[in-house]
């Protein structure tokens, strides 16, 4: 498994770079306030019973440009994963929220609740630092 988890890292550095670039184009590196949130958590690290559940991503991201959102962004957001060779089309998007439910904020990091800590894929996890400073 610890093999398997450093492959999937791997290649979610690289589509980080693309998922920034998909985002922003190159306004991140112009100006890093336009460097998106990125939350990355890796499901199924600790999966030892059931064969049918694999190593999976969630990945919430804010301090984008909503005008990115278009009608194509799934498909571009698909055809990038797909390119890693480890990604599936089987991609969902929600809101972070939903009134005054936690969401997906709160379903991504199930398993750091449960006491797998190393479920938060900290490597790839990006906040800009000027949001930091607040």
């Not at 440009?65 to 194509?72: A, E, F, H, I």
């Not at 060779?85 to 809101?95: F, S, V």
Request: charged share 25%.
């Amino acid at each position: 498994m610890t093999e398997l988890v450093s492959i999937a890292n791997d290649v979610m550095c690289d589509f980080r770079k693309k998922l920034n670039w998909l985002l922003t184009g190159n306004g991140h590196k112009r100006n890093p306030k336009y460097l998106p949130i990125l939350i990355v958590s890796l499901e199924g690290t600790t999966n030892t019973y059931d064969h049918n559940r694999t190593l999976h991503y969630h990945i919430a991201f804010g301090n984008i440009d909503t005008k990115r959102l278009d009608v194509d962004f799934l498909e571009k957001l698909s055809k990038l994963w797909i390119e890693t060779g480890i990604g599936t089309d089987d991609i969902k998007i929600h809101p972070l929220t939903s009134g005054r439910e936690h969401g997906w904020g709160t379903y991504i990091s199930k398993e750091a609740w449960k006491g797998n800590m190393d479920c938060i894929d900290l490597e790839n996890t990006q906040i800009p630092k000027h949001l930091l400073a607040s």
